[in-house]
């Protein structure tokens, strides 16, 4: 598929160690538990080396949450402006399914899919992610059509418009009926998303070596950075989350592995973080926590990349 989402006259990025002039401070954070409220976890962040993270707004796999209060939401923004911690990024729940050929899933999914965006703009976050969904039992552009129905009616009414709010739709790791496998499919969704909601993109590292793509050696880095720019458009990744792969490359298993600790190792992650393309991005761990320590530990992972 040609490039949908970003500028079709624009040249493929080349990869490049450049740091830019002016370059602010590298965004770099991981996902923290909202243990205690989520100006708890901004809180934390910075103990843990980090200048950006990722939240749940409410239990991943329960369809009820709670509303976020006046209190909660000042207490969040609060602690964001003294301690400069931003962007906050909000993981859609796992449950959420907008593309299920099932009427009563699907309707319980853009319920909830409208609860994540009224909770994000309550606590001042910049994006929210979501996973497609799986099609299964129907085509994959009746799926395309039905996820991007299910997040326009999620979203109609909602008052993002004076706001720095934008829907990241996230790669997958490329398993049979789940839409998001590709660029392509990621492209194709912002596509037709444009016209009714702030979106753009996020991408996995373990998702995308895991779907086929080569981000481990020199010449596939290249390769996968002219596709992203030909399709998404490299200035619509606003995050990438960044996860090393228990599983091989093209086995389709979503299996995350600490940085530099699995099949994807650590130079492609010290690769990513110098790519010019990609100066504005947050770059977020998702990785496992086996023993306590473990999320500074990625953190620290990453940076230290940056020398």
Not at 19 to 31: M, R, Y
Not at 141 to 153: D, F, N, T, V
Not at 206 to 232: F, M, N, P
């Amino acid at each position: 598929m040609s490039r949908t989402a970003g500028n079709p006259s624009k040249p493929n990025p080349q990869p490049s160690d450049a740091k830019p002039a002016n370059q602010p401070s590298k965004l770099i954070g991981v996902h923290l538990s909202t243990t205690g409220g989520v100006a708890n976890a901004v809180r934390r962040a910075p103990t843990l080396g980090a200048n950006t993270l990722q939240i749940f707004s409410s239990s991943p796999r329960m369809w009820r949450a709670s509303k976020i209060t006046a209190e909660q939401a000042e207490s969040t923004r609060a602690a964001r402006a003294e301690l400069s911690v931003g962007p906050l990024v909000i993981h859609t729940s796992y449950l959420v399914n907008l593309c299920s050929q099932s009427q009563e899933i699907c309707e319980k999914s853009v319920q909830a899919f409208r609860g994540e965006i009224e909770r994000a703009l309550a606590l001042g976050a910049e994006y929210l992610v979501v996973h497609p969904g799986s099609y299964r039992g129907m085509t994959r552009p009746q799926g395309l059509r039905l996820a991007a129905q299910s997040i326009e009616r999620a979203i109609a009414g909602l008052p993002w418009q004076q706001t720095p709010f934008h829907i990241l739709i996230e790669n997958t790791a490329g398993s049979e009926h789940s839409l998001g496998g590709s660029f392509e499919q990621v492209a194709e969704l912002i596509e037709h998303l444009r016209p009714h909601a702030p979106v753009a993109a996020c991408l996995d590292t373990c998702h995308t070596h895991v779907s086929g793509y080569d981000i481990v050696s020199d010449a596939g880095w290249a390769e996968t950075l002219a596709q992203v720019e030909r399709t998404i458009g490299c200035e619509n990744v606003r995050v990438w989350h960044c996860n090393d792969a228990k599983a091989a490359r093209g086995s389709k298993l979503d299996r995350h592995e600490h940085i530099g600790e699995g099949k994807i190792g650590l130079e492609p992650f010290r690769r990513l973080l110098h790519e010019s393309a990609f100066a504005h991005a947050a770059f977020i761990a998702e990785t496992p926590v086996d023993a306590p320590g473990d999320e500074e530990r990625n953190v620290l992972a990453l940076k230290n990349l940056l020398g």
